[in-house]
């Protein structure tokens, strides 16, 4: 039989499980419950199989930013891929999408970040980025500087150069981590920032990466890596004494500063780049997800004048993928950039974040299992806590409240994502008031659900 939308969702579910291996997923808890079944998308909603209309919290995996169903896209795909369905761009040769991306995101990107190296994906970026900061010292003649350092609880991908770069010890349990990769504490004020006051916090967890520096010794290390806002770890909006200490750390002692923007990019936080929200000078942005939305994998590395220049002084970069500047994905990518501008999304994100968002969000921290209520543009997160002292956790297993209520909000038609017993929301930039509305009483029904 052929497998549509057609078949029973029982049946989908069974030959799911049967033959498709899925990313970070329990396969015995696959195999018992299955999977939900996603047919369509159309703006901030999702219908599944069972004809369920879920709003979508979490724009997929923080990536779906204009919302979905834009037909516009569909279209330029296909006229694309008719006219150039592929090209390398190796060996001294280009094409008009990939030109075009670069020059639109060189006119984008703050300051003098005005060169793109192309990838599929954010991981593959960041592995782009492991080879370029070391080949920029190696051209400079310090070949030794070569140790990147980043944070625990930080996310940069799961391939093994991107999962070793992120600081999440479950993905380095499986499989191991490159060499040359050093981790600092993360700025997580709220559980971790005792009885320092969150200005204070910033700035000590900042100087321990001086403290990393001076303990590897300044002429050993490459670049320093950091989210602006930590997403996979939980959503977690560092003090604002946090990046400009880094920025300091990092140019007196010649480290690259590698800012990773895969999540918030293209105007989760209010601004093309969190970059110009949190005032980073950043020698290169990684980007991916919100670049297309989604709807093409595309992602790649913004390089400043200077690293362009010095790396491209040394002859060929021996590094590059099959789909670098995809020509596809890159006209998908140049077609969803035109729809944030002439459609004012980021606009719209800072008018509909400050204050309809805010005062909701404010007032979900009011809710007895909500300890903290963060949020940064469209980004957020709620700590769940047992009690309101700053920084409870439950007593329970870490996680055991917060599967719960990410279990509630898909059963009550919301897409929320927990992390331990952090629940975080990174909707559409397209969402509406009313939307809003619906979200945060979902949000608040799941969580009355929960205790
Ligand atoms: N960097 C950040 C900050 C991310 O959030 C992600 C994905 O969630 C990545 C990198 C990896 O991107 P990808 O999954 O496209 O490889």
């Known amino acids: 039989t052929m497998i549509t939308n057609n078949l029973p969702t029982a049946e989908l579910q069974r030959l799911d499980a049967a033959h498709h291996f899925h990313p970070f997923t329990d396969r015995a808890a696959l195999a018992e419950k299955g999977a939900r079944v996603i047919l369509r998308g159309e703006g901030c909603w999702l219908t599944d199989s069972e004809g369920h209309r879920i709003l979508d919290g979490m724009a997929g995996l923080w990536c779906v930013n204009i919302g979905y169903g834009r037909k516009e896209l569909a279209e330029v795909a296909a006229r694309q891929m008719q006219e150039l369905p592929y090209y390398n761009t190796f060996f001294q040769t280009t094409h008009v999408p990939a030109i075009a991306l670069a020059a639109k995101l060189a006119e984008l990107a703050p300051g003098d970040l005005n060169h793109v190296f192309f990838a599929g994906s954010g991981s593959e970026a960041n592995d782009t980025n492991i080879r370029l900061v070391r080949r920029y010292w190696q051209v400079k003649e310090q070949p030794e500087k070569r140790v990147i350092i980043a944070r625990w609880n930080g996310y940069h991908g799961s391939t093994l150069g991107g999962g070793s770069l992120g600081g999440m010890k479950p993905i380095h349990a499986h499989g191991g981590k490159i060499d040359g990769i050093e981790h600092i504490n993360q700025p997580y004020w709220w559980a971790e920032g005792?009885?320092?006051?969150?200005?204070?916090?910033?700035?000590?967890?900042?100087?321990?990466?001086?403290?990393?520096?001076?303990?590897?010794?300044?002429?050993?290390?490459?670049?320093?890596?950091?989210?602006?806002?930590?997403?996979?770890?939980?959503?977690?909006?560092?003090?604002?004494?946090?990046?400009?200490?880094?920025?300091?750390?990092?140019?007196?002692?010649?480290?690259?500063?590698?800012?990773?923007?895969?999540?918030?990019?293209?105007?989760?936080?209010?601004?093309?780049?969190?970059?110009?929200?949190?005032?980073?000078?950043?020698?290169?942005?990684?980007?991916?997800?919100?670049?297309?939305s989604g709807y093409a994998p595309v992602g790649g590395s913004i390089l400043s004048d200077d690293v362009a220049e010095v790396v491209g002084s040394g002859g060929d970069f021996n590094h590059g993928y099959t789909y670098s500047g995809h020509p596809v994905a890159a006209a998908v990518a140049l077609e969803n950039l035109r729809i944030l501008q002439d459609e004012q999304i980021i606009e719209h994100v800072q008018n509909v974040a400050h204050p309809y968002l805010a005062e909701r969000w404010a007032k979900l921290a009011e809710h007895p299992l909500v300890g903290e209520a963060r949020l940064v543009g469209l980004m957020g997160s709620l700590a769940l806590v047992p009690n309101k002292t700053k920084g409870a956790k439950f007593a329970s297993e870490e996680g055991t409240v917060g599967l719960r209520a990410r279990e509630r909000c898909f059963a009550n038609d919301l897409i929320m994502r927990h992390v331990g017993d952090r629940m975080i929301i990174s909707p559409p930039l397209t969402i509406t008031p009313a939307e809003i509305d619906t979200l945060i009483e979902r949000a608040t029904k799941s969580l009355d659900e929960c205790y």
């Open 194 to 292: 005792g009885d320092m006051s969150e200005d204070e916090f910033g700035l000590a967890r900042a100087r321990e990466l001086e403290d990393k520096i001076l303990e590897l010794g300044a002429d050993k290390v490459a670049a320093f890596i950091g989210e602006a806002v930590q997403g996979a770890g939980g959503v977690i909006i560092p003090p604002k004494t946090y990046w400009p200490e880094i920025q300091r750390i990092c140019k007196k002692y010649n480290v690259l500063l590698i800012l990773d923007e895969v999540i918030t990019g293209f105007g989760r936080t209010g601004n093309w780049f969190a970059a110009q929200t949190f005032d980073i000078k950043p020698d290169i942005i990684t980007i991916a997800k919100g670049l297309s």
